[in-house]
């Protein structure tokens, strides 16, 4: 997947006063991308490049991925810049533009085997996704992609051939073999000799030189900066206030909006009496829209203050007005019990075994609800429009998908946008494609003030109703057990969670089949963290689980035994088991509960213990999670630091759904308005948690989400150790308090 021909080149040159610049194309035979770029963040001509290295040694990474938090730019660049051995105290980052050149789809290998493909076959499919993905206007952040994909098959690439191009411009003034050179920390030593030249020496005359056709690439052995903690590049802007989010901009003289769309999605706006708010200080207008009005005025205090004096009327479906979570729930049970049924996945034949399973047969029944992101920065935009040319200040997943749907919107060329796009302030897929509804609103609002720079935020009430959010589900397993540690059978059926690559169990089955039913709603959904891996890891974990107990089975050791195929999978869940002191007496009141999820390229096995409840009669009450301890396998690992607080994160918000959070359909529409509604985790509730890796060289896998799946498992799991109760259905405290 490294190799460079002629037509995947972006382009080799020299900086302005001299230095090498380097461009990577986006596979194997990706278009030629030569050219400069319309425009840089200082308002300059700017090559679409990768990596540049200046005259006093500076070596300048450009990432085709935003910052959500997540640290991945300071990962990327350390692929790039270890690959390159230079000197990670020279190193600067910067985040691609949003333009077409940085259409991004080294993220497609991370999910697409392409490298088993044959080189013909490879070629023409590394073409395709990269114009598609241009065409498409997708430059993603999301699906924990971007080690693993960009990181692998394009940053390591671009330092292995920036480092040989170096090293062969080192033997040329030396008139010496490159082979008898050596690199590190920027410096290219001539080893018989010890003469030394620094990167900055060497740029310019590697500027001046054809890239190899394919660089070699690191063993893992090799590896000087990968696998070593490194402190986040990004980090200390946002401690002194210097980083910019995109809810950050701000010009003088510029307007401020504040909208109200539908209550009930689809909702159409019938009336909205404007005269009271059009008296009031500060307003400037007020704007009607098909399904939203909108008010701007001289400060966001004043236009905010403005739409809540106003009582728009929206016209909804009659239909949607009847609709609650009971009834979607009642929709998706029935066509769980009616079909008809998509099949996804099948080997074997189950069927015939269920049928003559009889009493054997074990069956339950899970359900999960709609789940909000809860970002801190809430959904927010600035836009300019002038002669023609419209301008967005934002923070989004995909800032050149955002680009195309303002163009889109305004039916201007896509190249008469320029979008910047600050640092993300949370995004956990609700600021991915198809998401973009806040970045419409503050274009047509530009586009009805023009020429005035317009900033809308949307309120806290405004975003907790109106977000993309992650599928209500449920589903229904049933298996059949063998002799021992065996399933003979096993079947997932499914409404709301239609993906197979989550619901497929990692455990031994010879007969599965995964299937899905369609249970339509008017609810906006989305992704959201670790997608329908939230979902299935909580249905097939909470299962394997009871499997266990009708076995009369230690819940770690029977996983353990039907993972015989699955080594990696087996060496987390042992990690995690010896980490908890799995087996151990506990205190009084105290439980532990086992899951394992495979996600995104990476095995993650999590313990909870969780502490009881109990009330004056005994019975228990609540519960509160007290040590998770997490074992993972992503691969190689890049930044021992960043990826430790990414199976915290994800165990936090995991912990957060499992245990509180819910959106909940009243009348069409989102009840619960802000989070004295929307019950988060607190602080003083969260608990201690231990992260573990397992060395490995295998590829990089994902670390953003895989620690997000098992975890509502492994607590309701404890809940079941402790109490003998299952609970099926999230948000587990509802559900305790509930039975």
């Not at 020429?451 to 589900?473: F, M, N, Q």
């Not at 990696?568 to 799995?582: D, F, K, N, T, Y």
């Not at 060289?697 to 799946?709: H, I, K, S, V």
């Not at 809940?719 to 003998?724: E, L, N, P, V």
Request: glycine share 10%; proline share 5%.
């Amino acid at each position: 997947m490294n190799k460079w021909t002629r037509r995947a080149l972006i382009t080799t040159g020299s900086l302005a006063g001299g230095g090498l610049v380097l461009g990577v194309g986006a596979f194997v035979f990706a278009p030629n991308r030569i050219g400069l770029g319309r425009r840089s963040a200082a308002g300059r001509q700017a090559l679409t490049t990768w990596v540049a290295i200046d005259t006093a040694g500076g070596i300048h990474v450009t990432v085709p991925h935003a910052d959500l938090g997540q640290g991945s730019q300071t990962a990327l660049a350390m692929m790039l810049v270890d690959e390159l051995d230079g000197d990670w105290s020279q190193v600067t980052v910067t985040e691609a533009p949003a333009e077409a050149q940085f259409a991004n789809n080294h993220i497609v290998a991370a999910f697409m085997p392409l490298k088993r493909l044959p080189q013909s076959m490879r070629r023409g499919a590394d073409y395709f996704f990269y114009r598609e993905m241009r065409r498409r206007g997708l430059q993603v952040t999301g699906g924990s992609a971007s080690v693993r994909g960009t990181g692998q098959y394009g940053m390591r690439v671009a330092g292995a051939a920036a480092r040989d191009m170096l090293v062969r411009a080192a033997a040329t003034r030396w008139q010496v073999a490159a082979g008898e050179c050596t690199v590190a920390k920027s410096i290219v030593q001539h080893t018989p000799s010890g003469r030394k030249l620094g990167f900055g020496e060497l740029s310019a005359d590697a500027g001046k030189l054809d890239p190899p056709a394919r660089p070699p690439l690191k063993s893992p052995q090799a590896f000087t900066l990968i696998g070593t903690p490194q402190r986040r590049l990004d980090v200390p802007g946002k401690v002194d206030g210097s980083a910019r989010y995109g809810i950050d901009a701000w010009f003088p003289g510029m307007l401020f909006a504040a909208v109200r769309a539908a209550p009930v999605f689809g909702a159409k706006l019938t009336s909205c009496d404007s005269a009271a708010a059009e008296k009031m200080p500060g307003v400037k207008k007020v704007l009607r829209y098909a399904d939203a009005v909108a008010v701007v005025a001289d400060s966001s205090f004043r236009a905010q203050r403005a739409l809540d004096s106003l009582q728009p009327q929206f016209a909804a479906d009659a239909g949607h007005l009847r609709v609650s979570s009971d009834s979607l729930l009642a929709q998706r049970v029935q066509a769980i019990s009616a079909g008809p049924f998509k099949s996804e996945i099948t080997t074997g034949d189950g069927g015939k075994i269920f049928s003559a399973a009889g009493t054997q047969q074990v069956s339950a029944r899970y359900e999960v609800p709609y789940l909000h992101h809860a970002t801190m920065e809430p959904m927010s935009a600035t836009a300019r429009f002038e002669g023609g040319k419209l301008e967005i200040w934002t923070s989004v997943q995909d800032p050149l998908n955002a680009a195309y749907v303002a163009a889109g919107e305004l039916k201007i060329d896509s190249d008469d946008v320029i979008l910047h796009n600050g640092h993300v302030g949370g995004g956990f897929g609700r600021r991915l494609p198809g998401n973009h509804d806040y970045v419409l609103q503050v274009v047509r609002i530009a586009r009805d003030l023009a020429p005035a720079a317009v900033k809308l935020v949307w309120s806290r009430e405004e975003d907790t109703t109106h977000g993309y959010y992650r599928p209500a589900a449920s589903a229904e397993l049933s298996a059949v057990p063998g002799p021992g540690a065996s399933l003979l059978a096993w079947r997932n059926r499914s409404a709301g969670a239609d993906e197979a690559f989550a619901a497929r169990p990692a455990y031994a089955v010879s007969n599965l089949a995964i299937e899905f039913v369609d249970a339509p709603s008017h609810v906006r959904t989305g992704a959201w963290r670790s997608v329908g891996h939230s979902q299935h890891g909580f249905f097939v974990e909470s299962f394997i689980d009871e499997l266990a107990a009708q076995a009369k089975r230690d819940p770690y050791q029977y996983r353990y035994d039907l993972l015989a195929a699955e080594p990696r999978a087996r060496a987390v869940l042992a990690r995690a088991a010896e980490m908890s002191g799995w087996g151990k007496a506990l205190e009084p009141n105290r439980a532990r509960g086992i899951a394992m999820v495979p996600s995104f390229g990476s095995y993650v096995a999590e313990v909870a213990e969780i502490e009881i409840t109990r009330d004056a009669a005994g019975k228990a009450t609540g519960l509160r999670v007290v040590k998770v301890y997490a074992a993972v396998d992503c691969g190689i690992l890049v930044n021992p630091m960043t990826a430790e607080e990414q199976i915290q994160g994800g165990i936090v918000m995991g912990l957060s759904a499992a245990l509180g959070e819910a959106i909940t359909i009243d009348a069409g529409a989102v009840r619960e308005q802000n989070f004295h509604q929307y019950s988060l985790l607190r602080m003083p509730d969260a608990p201690q948690i231990a992260v573990e890796f397992i060395a490995s060289t295998e590829l990089p896998g994902g670390l953003g989400e895989p620690g997000t799946p098992p975890i509502a498992a492994a607590v309701a799991n404890a809940w079941f150790a402790a109490t003998g109760q299952r609970l099926r259905q999230l948000p587990l405290l509802a559900a305790i308090a509930a039975s």
